[in-house]
Nanobody, 115 residues
Framework: QVQLVESGGGLVQPGGSLRLSCAASRSIFSPSAMGWYRQAPGKQRELVARIVSGTNTYHAASVKGRFTISRDAAKNTVYLQMNSLKPEDTGIYYC?????????WGQGTQVTVSS
């Protein structure tokens, strides 16, 4: 059964840090790309960061220098280290994995940045 399990969301004060994890089941073999998207209330889902072939990374301009995406191929897991969080980073964060011709989405994890 294909499954993406996300964890690490929560409530944090501005300036704080969180680390999101997304573990893909072994049935998702050799993902070509893994990424994180977020959706704020009343807004469209947007790409936050993406890692392709395990090494090539992309970070949206709004998070560059604050967020870092990484991947552990042995664990089939992608991470998003989020530092210097701002209230505008609040939203539901979704993991997306591309493998072959298919894409898989996680269930989402809530990140709230508030004092």
């Amino acid at each position: 059964q294909v499954q993406l399990v996300e964890s690490g969301g929560g409530l944090v004060q501005p300036g704080g840090s969180l680390r999101l994890s997304c573990a893909a089941s072994r049935s998702i073999f050799s993902p070509s790309a893994m990424g994180w998207y977020r959706q704020a209330p009343g807004k469209q889902r947007e790409l936050v960061a993406r890692i392709v072939s395990g090494t090539n990374t992309y970070h949206a301009a709004s998070v560059k220098g604050r967020f870092t995406i990484s991947r552990d191929a042995a664990k089939n897991t992608v991470y998003l280290q989020m530092n210097s969080l701002k209230p505008e980073d609040t939203g539901i964060y979704y993991c997306k994995v591309d493998a072959g011709s298919r894409s898989y989405w996680g269930q989402g994890t809530q990140v709230t940045v508030s004092s």
